[in-house]
């Protein structure tokens, strides 16, 4: 059966998502700078003069000086960024591009009231195609390639935001945050892309200043202050997602198989569960075993399907819980106590349960070969995807042909 956590996030045609880049930014020093020739602002003579300005706070500095005097910011990078429209490269302070003359909109500093809200732990590990701010609605939009929108509420006034393509959306102090084979960020009224990370991969989750991105084997946090990337932890993780103060895991390499196989792609194999300090970075085995994706980690206490259905078990493997009998390949959700689902065994419909395991309710029902998928919380609404599903010689074949809204 299809692992389908993502939905099409890991397809092949993500591949080519580079073919979707127009923004970037990496840092040059500047007597590597490649201005236009018709550019004559950086004057390289009279050596000991104060030529270059910080390119933070603007004040004046000499070829010897490191740190701004004014602000302590690093001195001698400049920030390279590109046109959306046509990919010229851009000088930094330009207010339009001189290769399409399209005017060029930098909104880091105008105030917003999107300020610290992330997006929830459930919705990113469903792929993290929506995300909402008190007042509006940031997403991925299947209707255009899957690129950056915001929208109200009410779904009114859809307005792009950018043109790359996009999933693993967070929004934090007035940025959204979001990945296509890096990690990126776009101010909430749109503006400029900036690229964080170059290495593909996605974010887990964020806290008041960090997020957290997974790429291949290694976990970093990326500081938003001082843009800092540090390694934290490397292995085979898997379905990492932050709980409060801590990082849960698995580690694909530490797993238990109760045939006499032993075989690392034995189905009956059951993973440990891993937790890691976000101060220490610390990690420690927990008592609990996850036998199948996906699971959530909520308030100390684990959900998972197995083959005998959904279960609630405490995080150091105490307190197993039967919740239903439903079983699921992926997409777990949750808001005040209530568990949201799709039903493998009824068409992958939506379903509803409260976590001591009562009111199951049946919140969809789907025609034959279409699906919900990626279910995302959002705003006292069910945000999901849509899909067509063939199967082919026996194989399983998807196609994403809309989206959705479940009003709860």
């Known amino acids: 059966m299809p692992n389908d956590l993502f939905g099409d996030l890991l397809d092949d045609d993500f591949d080519d998502a ?6 970037e930014e990496t840092t040059k020093k500047k007597d590597d700078w490649d201005w236009d020739s018709d550019d004559d602002d950086y004057d390289d003579s009279n050596s000991g003069v104060a030529k270059h300005s910080c390119n933070k706070c603007g004040v004046a500095y000499n070829d010897d000086e490191i740190f701004c005097g004014k602000c302590d910011n690093k001195l001698g990078e400049v920030k390279v960024m590109f046109c959306g429209k046509c990919g010229k490269q851009i000088k930094e302070g330009n207010s339009f591009c001189t290769g399409c003359g399209v005017q060029l909109e930098n909104k880091e500093d105008e105030s917003t009231n999107v300020t610290n809200i992330a997006n929830s732990n ?14 509006e609605v940031f997403y991925s939009n299947i209707d255009d390639e899957g690129k950056l929108y915001e929208m109200n509420l009410n779904g009114t006034n859809k307005t792009k935001l950018s043109d790359i393509r996009t999933w693993c959306i967070t929004i934090m ?15 909430c009224q749109g503006g400029l892309s900036l690229q964080l990370i170059e290495e593909e991969g996605r974010i887990i989750g964020t806290t008041e200043s960090q997020v957290y991105y ?55 194999n059951s993973y440990y569960l ?23 980690v909520v308030d100390n206490y684990v959900y998972q399907f197995t ?63 279409l699906e919900p998928c990626n279910l995302h919380l959002i705003c006292n609404s069910v945000y999901y995807r849509i899909r067509r599903v063939t199967y082919e010689d026996d194989v399983y074949c998807s196609e994403l042909i809309g989206d959705g809204k ?3």
Request: glycine residues 6%; negative net charge.
């Open 18 to 23: 580079l073919d979707y880049f127009l923004f």
């Open 122 to 135: 459930a919705n990113i590990l469903n792929g993290g195609y929506y995300a909402c701010s008190e007042s």
């Open 173 to 187: 102090n007035n940025w959204v945050f979001y990945c296509n084979n890096g990690l990126y960020k776009t101010h």
């Open 214 to 268: 997974l790429s291949g084997k290694k976990l970093y946090k990326f500081n938003m202050d001082n843009n800092d990337k540090v390694e934290i932890v490397s292995g085979y993780l898997k379905s990492p997602q932050i709980c409060g103060d801590k990082i849960y895991f698995i580690d694909e390499d530490d797993y238990r198989c109760d045939c006499d196989d032993d075989a690392f792609e034995c189905e009956c």
């Open 274 to 296: 891993y937790e890691m300090n976000t101060a220490s970075f610390e990690k420690r085995k927990t008592g609990c075993l996850i036998e199948n994706n996906p699971f959530l």
């Open 307 to 369: 083959d005998e259905g959904m279960h609630k078990t405490k995080a150091d493997g105490s307190e197993c819980k039967k919740l239903s009998n439903d079983k699921s390949f992926g997409d777990i959700n949750i808001s005040r106590n209530i568990l949201y689902y799709r039903n493998s065994e009824d068409n992958c419909n939506i379903y509803k349960i409260c976590t001591d395991g009562s009111n199951r309710t049946k919140l969809s029902d789907f025609e034959k070969n």
């Open 406 to 408: 479940i009003s709860i």
